[in-house]
């Protein structure tokens, strides 16, 4: 049985006291919780301090970006060595936003996701279209694109690893959501593909999540359909009433 994953990515949030608070509130909130994996990705200034509050606890704690090198002159960069120090699990890498202000090409995604694993650490992939690529019913070409990419020369047993997160760009902090519908659709042909490339067998294991302006009030239906296993979500996510209230989305 695949996994199923609540994911909370902070983004550019949060000062440590914020941090610190949040993660407090959250953990109350769901101590005991075993519906779902739950996932908090501070920034990494906040990393630290917000490993000491959820450190044995169900919450699992990982990060929005990695490089790919072990070390060297990278200034403001972060290791996977790094992150495995203060325990970290888990690293978001290929995020839209990552990709367009930042550089992060379909080859520099591919390193990461590949450092990622070879630290012992569990990549959540993403991808996605733009509208215009929707609007062009360009969207399988482009998810089919950039799995290409991503999964260049990865062996199953590296597959195995990664939880893929489907984010379609246009409903990323927009307040637009693709419906339940547009979104298995995706999910699907993801699946697919993973099961043509590699194995029937694994696509089945293969946890995919949904991202792109997840809510309390529409994750039950976004949930209820069968290939979505979980969430990476954005600004839901920096309240622990609505991070709570997705969460237990899974239990249903």
């Known amino acids: 049985m695949r996994d199923k994953i609540i994911a909370g990515n902070w983004k550019m949030n949060t000062t440590v006291d914020d941090a610190v608070k949040l993660a407090t509130e959250i953990k109350a909130r769901l101590t005991g919780f075993k519906d779902a994996i739950l996932l908090i990705c501070p920034p990494d200034v906040n990393l630290y301090p917000v490993q000491k509050i959820i450190e ?5 704690l990982g990060a929005q970006n990695m490089h790919y090198e072990k070390s060297g002159a990278y200034t403001g960069e972060t290791s996977g060595e790094m992150l495995k120090s203060i325990g970290c699990d888990y690293v978001i890498v290929g995020h839209s936003e990552r990709r367009a202000m930042f550089g992060d090409t379909d080859v520099v ?3 990461k996701l590949q450092a990622i694993i070879e630290h012992d650490l569990i990549p959540i992939l993403c991808i996605g279209e733009q509208l215009e690529d929707r609007e062009a019913g360009k969207t399988e070409k482009v998810i089919d694109s950039q799995l290409n990419a991503a999964l260049k ?30 979104a298995q659709e995706v999910h699907k042909f993801i699946r697919e593909k993973i099961g043509r490339e590699y194995n ?39 309240k622990a009433d ?8 899974a239990s249903s």
């Open 200 to 238: 029937p067998n694994l696509a089945e294991e293969t946890t995919i999540l949904y991202g792109g302006s997840v809510k309390p009030d529409n994750s039950d239906a976004l949930f209820a359909e069968k290939d979505i296993d979980g969430f990476l979500i954005g600004g839901a996510s920096l």
């Open 109 to 111: 995604v591919r390193k």
């Open 56 to 60: 044995k606890s169900v919450i699992k």
């Open 242 to 249: 609505s991070f709570e209230q997705i969460a237990r989305s």
């Open 153 to 182: 020369d990865v062996p199953t047993d590296w597959m195995e690893k990664i939880v893929i997160a489907y984010e379609p760009v246009w409903a990323i902090g927009t307040g637009k959501t693709a419906s339940p519908g547009q």
